[in-house]
């Protein structure tokens, strides 16, 4: 037997595979990659360009690529899709993430993170966020992973399901669903204006239709050898293209619903929170120090001495007022505002107190921002309204800020666990270090604030001596006022660019805690501090008192800076003084200060887009979360790890025994052992797959009954290979290592021949079947090349009472040793 013979076997796979691809394959796969390529078109209205083609139609290029290679070497299903996947990751950086590919094409882990995120979470950013969608930047991966999933889905079932089964209709329809649904699904996450609906519907439904009528039998016009069934299927051909073209066409003007009315997701799903949406709290400080001063806005249950309840966290400044960051920030301190559950996600940056069952009960209090301890880590809506709207809850996790979008009215209530940060002395922050948090940029501050802090923090060396001394000076150089009637000195509401710049321009420093904070914060960012507004509320508590009343007089603001390993850190720097000289009138000073230009102050002005800024130059310490994996996400992975296991660890452990016992056959024992253990390999691969294999016969008997089961694309061979067995076993001559393993090598090609004519099932089950073979050590080791002698036997001949020596048979009278093969 030669080697080429041997070769031959050992690539017949790969070549039956090759051959499975004819020219109609060819045809099938073009069809149903150019139905999905006007499937994924239709996703130009979210993206307003035309730049995601790159990535749309890298997809479409790779998963074909690998659906029509796989194809091509039989590879099995799990292989399969192992093999897609890692061509997802490693190919899809240069096409759906290049500016975070290494060198341009390599990936990198940010890339890698984009890629699993956008496959994940890209779908409902795509459905919430304004059009035209530019951010977040693995907002690409969409159309890269829907073409990629539809072109390997239909790729796979083109060139191995319709290539290899009788063709008709409804498989054909089979192979439509994947392209089907690429094409609904560009209607669904698009907007109201559609992008060319007419052309591409009237497109995919002629090529659709025409590829199932004209593939319907299996047989091209050619096989058939009739030109006048040529013609008539040419002619239909051309009256479906017209009528589609009519009717559609007409559909689409007269059927179709108007644009506002069209069905698409992104009217039916609520889009992120936006705080923008939504005026300042700051920004209505006055209305509860002026108009619901003694008002109750709601009673907290649980409360300790000490405690402050907080509103809302500000941390970006635009010149007008203090804001919660929107969220086209990328400031990783920021956070964000997210959907969340009665558990809430923990805070990066803290020294935790632990408070639990505070209980708040809605009064006259109305509006969206939920009044809350530190950091809520459990929220539970007990009674009123809010029970039904936790559909409604955003928490962000970052500032401690939570939101009831519904709003909360009279009667609702809420208990809540939380982390409040633990109060340190100043002598104990003496050496903390400030912690770089990433802080959206100041806009429009004042240049008096960048003096004044200089002039107060000027003697003091760490970061904690500078706050601290620009805090006493706000406190023991300034007067309180609210610019009430009964306030001895007016006192202008607001905490925009001008207002500050009166703060320090007065002769007094006149102000409340909203120009008091507001001031102390800038200056704090002013000195490269991260620094943010807090506001809340400060009530009375009184020890012994189970409920404590909140009222509008209550309100108040400080100063938050973040300290590394300690937490954000509060600083309250309004001063307690209200009885402001009469005979010190507050005048402009005659110092010259440098002259800013101010922003209008028209409130209804469009903010600018906020940028991030890197705070602090000092070694970064890694604070921002980890990538967080959704609960949903562990529910869905456990429902296919736990099956998984189920079915992969027999898989396993009989593959490992088989391999163990081929391994044994194939390296121990002589060269002729080797031979035979190639075939007793052979027939138990035979019977795993589910062919019967008789036993108590001749290994070429055994071969005819096997190839008589088989139906192979070409001769399985194994007669030949049974008469090589033989041969090697009974012929007495020496068995070198070469001819073992080349009889090895067309066994085992024999054996994958056989596995490719059987059906997915089948070839799953046998990889569960192990045979019970004898130890062919013991069979095939007591295999002699000649016959031992039979052992002596003393024969009496009773007569003459004579010891007859034992006499060797004639040579002709031996019978050769039972065929090693038999009882295969």
């Known amino acids: 037997m030669s080697e080429t013979t041997i070769d031959a076997a050992d690539h017949a796979p790969i070549r039956a595979g090759i051959r499975s691809l004819t020219g109609r394959t060819w045809t099938d796969v073009a069809v149903l990659l150019v139905l999905t390529a006007v499937g994924v078109i239709g996703f130009q209205p979210s993206f307003g360009g035309y730049g995601f083609l790159v990535a749309g139609i890298g997809g479409l290029v790779l998963g074909a690529a690998t659906g029509i290679l796989t194809s091509m070497f039989r590879l099995g299903a799990v292989t399969t899709v192992a093999a897609a996947v890692a061509a997802y990751f490693l190919i899809g950086t240069p096409i759906a993430v290049p500016s975070q590919a290494t060198l341009f094409v390599l990936p990198s882990l940010q890339s890698l993170a984009s890629l699993a995120q956008g496959t994940v979470f890209g779908w409902a950013d795509i459905v919430t966020l304004s059009t035209p969608i530019g951010a977040p930047k693995y907002i690409a991966v969409v159309p890269y992973f829907a073409t990629w999933i539809v072109a390997l889905v239909s790729t796979t079932l083109a060139c191995r399901w319709l290539a290899a089964r009788p063709r008709t209709a409804w498989r054909f329809g089979i192979a439509l669903i994947a392209p089907i649904a690429l094409y609904i699904t560009g209607i669904l996450i698009g907007t109201d204006e559609p992008y060319q609906s007419g052309i591409r519907g009237i497109v995919f439904g002629v090529l659709a239709i025409i590829w199932l009528g004209w593939r319907r039998q299996g047989n091209s016009v050619a096989q058939a050898g009739a030109a006048k069934l040529r013609n008539r299927k040419l002619a239909g051909t051309a009256v479906i293209v017209a009528a589609s073209v009519v009717l559609g066409g007409a559909a689409g003007l007269w059927i179709a619903p108007a644009n506002d009315q069209r069905f698409v997701l992104r009217d039916e799903i609520e889009p992120p929170f936006d705080p923008l949406d939504y005026p300042s709290p700051l920004s209505g400080f006055r209305h509860y120090t002026k108009q619901v001063t003694d008002e109750l806005l709601f009673t907290v249950d649980g409360l300790k001495a000490g405690d402050t309840i907080r509103l809302a966290t500000l941390d970006t400044f635009t010149g007008k007022l ?91 209530t809420y208990t809540l666990d939380a982390e409040a940060q633990e109060v340190f002395p100043v002598e104990e922050l003496a050496d903390a270090k400030i912690a770089a948090v990433d802080l ?45 009637a009964s306030d001895t000195v007016p006192s202008r509401a607001g905490h925009g660019a001008d207002r500050i710049t009166e703060l320090f321009e007065r002769n007094q420093m006149i102000g409340d805690q909203e120009q008091y904070a507001s001031a102390y914060a800038l200056m704090a960012r002013s000195l490269g501090y991260p620094a943010r507004v807090v506001m809340g509320f400060a009530p009375e508590i009184v020890d012994g008192q189970s409920s404590t009343p909140v009222t509008g007089d209550d309100v108040t603001v400080w100063t938050e800076v973040a300290f590394d390993g300690v937490g954000w850190v509060a600083f309250n720097p309004t001063p307690d003084e209200t009885d402001i000289p009469q005979d010190q009138v507050p005048k402009p000073q005659s110092e010259p200060q440098p002259q800013v230009r ?71 024992g002589a060269g002729h052992d080797r031979v035979a253990g190639a075939w007793e390999e052979l027939t138990d691969r035979y019977s795993e797959l589910g062919y019967a294999v008789p036993s108590k016969l001749t290994r070429v008997a055994v071969a005819e009954r096997i190839e008589g089961q088989v139906t192979a694309p070409e001769p399985l061979r194994l007669r030949s290979l049974a008469v090589v067995t033989d041969e090697a076993v009974f012929s007495g001559g020496v068995i070198d290592d070469a001819h073992s393993e080349r009889v090895w090598t067309e066994a085992m090609g024999a054996v994958e021949l056989a596995r490719t004519t059987l059906g997915r099932g089948r070839q799953l089950l046998s990889r569960f079947r192990i045979r019970s073979a004898r130890d062919w050590v013991a069979r095939t080791g007591s295999v002699a090349r000649k016959p031992e002698p039979k052992p002596p036997k003393k024969l009496r001949l009773k007569p003459a009472r004579l010891i007859v020596d034992p006499v060797t048979p004639p040579a002709q009278a031996q019978q050769p040793l039972e065929d090693p093969g038999k009882g295969e």
């Open 322 to 412: 203090w804001n919660v960051t929107g969220p086209e920030s990328s400031a990783g301190g920021s956070g964000s505002f997210e959907l969340v559950g009665r558990s809430l996600p923990q805070p990066a940056l803290i020294t935790p107190v632990e408070r639990d069952n505070v209980t708040f009960t809605i009064e006259s209090y109305d509006d969206v921002w939920i009044p809350s301890i530190g950091y809520p880590t459990d929220l539970q809506f007990t009674g009123g309204d809010a029970q039904d709207e936790t559909d409604s809850l955003r928490y962000n996790a970052s500032t401690g800020t939570g939101v009831l979008t519904s709003g909360l009215r009279k009667g609702d």
């Open 440 to 484: 959206p940029s100041i806009d429009g501050s004042p240049d008096i604030v960048t003096v004044r802090a200089g002039e107060y923090a000027a003697s003091a060396t760490t970061p904690i001596a500078q706050l601290e001394a620009i805090r006493q000076a706000l406190v023991n150089n300034g007067f309180l006022s609210h610019g009430r």
């Open 598 to 668: 101010q922003p209008p102050r028209a409130d209804n002005d469009e903010e600018d887009l906020l940028s991030p800024v890197e705070l602090d130059k000092t070694d970064k310490t890694d604070e921002a979360d980890g990538f967080l994996v959704p609960g949903w996400v562990w529910v869905v992975g456990l429902s296919i790890l736990i099956p998984a296991v189920i079915f992969f660890t027999p898989l396993l452990v009989i593959g490992a025994i088989k391999a163990r016992r081929a391994r044994k056959r194939r390296t121990l």
